[in-house]
T-cell receptor, first 114, second 113 residues
């Protein structure tokens, strides 16, 4: 694709529900990153994938958060038992290689937990 | 751990220069970045500088890096109303071979006609 695509662009869910956020990276990009941006803050690192494997998940806040990338392209961020504090914009980025200088960001998914 | 700090607001008149400042703590950072975010949009990479450089110029943008003081600045010459946005400074974590970034809080730049 032309750029990193994230779906949905907006998601409203009730507290306690399960949500899935999808990221389609640029074709051929092996490295994929998820970040979370709370209101008025900069993005915070959540997890990094090299190919299919999560090479660094040190930013996931707790075990309600999980992400997969089963075929090394599309990634899904899964949040169980959502809480109001999970409300944020979730950003995905990809780069051609892990050592690439530039990563390309998607438009983000705005998650609102009510 | 890594920490990146920015001033929160900057207001300038159209045609003036803007200077956005950033400080960071990780002395082993390899790359430092400036990103722009417009309302409802993702992050757009503006420019970056390698840690062994002290200056980089790219059209209207000038990046200055003072590694001793861990201070980074972005100067935008001839600022236009279209430059109004949030600007984020970010550092690539030292000690990693991949692009894990630590971002500042962002500086809201407002350009007045």
């Amino acid at each position: 694709g032309a750029g990193v695509s994230q779906t949905p662009s907006n998601k409203v869910t009730e507290k306690g529900k399960y949500v899935e956020l999808r990221c389609d990276p640029i074709s051929g990009h092996t490295a994929l990153y998820w970040y979370r941006q709370s209101l008025g803050q900069g993005p915070e690192f959540l997890i990094y994938f090299q190919g299919t494997g999560a090479a660094d998940d040190s930013g996931l806040p707790n075990d309600r958060f999980f992400a997969v990338r089963p075929e090394g392209s599309v990634s899904t961020l899964k949040i169980q038992r959502t809480e109001r504090g999970d409300s944020a914009v979730y950003l995905c980025a990809s780069s051609l290689r892990p050592t690439s200088t530039e990563a390309f960001f998607g438009q983000g998914t705005r998650l609102t937990v009510v | 751990g890594e920490d990146v700090e920015q001033s929160l607001f900057l207001s300038v008149r159209e045609g003036d220069s803007s200077v956005i400042n950033c400080t960071y703590t990780d002395s082993s950072s390899t790359y430092l970045y400036w990103y722009k975010q417009e309302p409802g949009a993702g992050l757009q990479l503006l420019t970056y500088i390698f840690s062994n450089m002290d200056m980089k110029q790219d059209q209207r943008l000038t990046v200055l890096l003072n590694k001793k003081d861990k201070h980074l600045s972005l100067r935008i010459a001839d600022t236009q109303t279209g430059d109004s946005a949030i600007y984020f400074c970010a550092e690539k974590a030292g000690g990693t071979s991949y692009g894990k970034l630590t971002f500042g809080q962002g500086t809201i730049l407002t350009v007045h006609p």
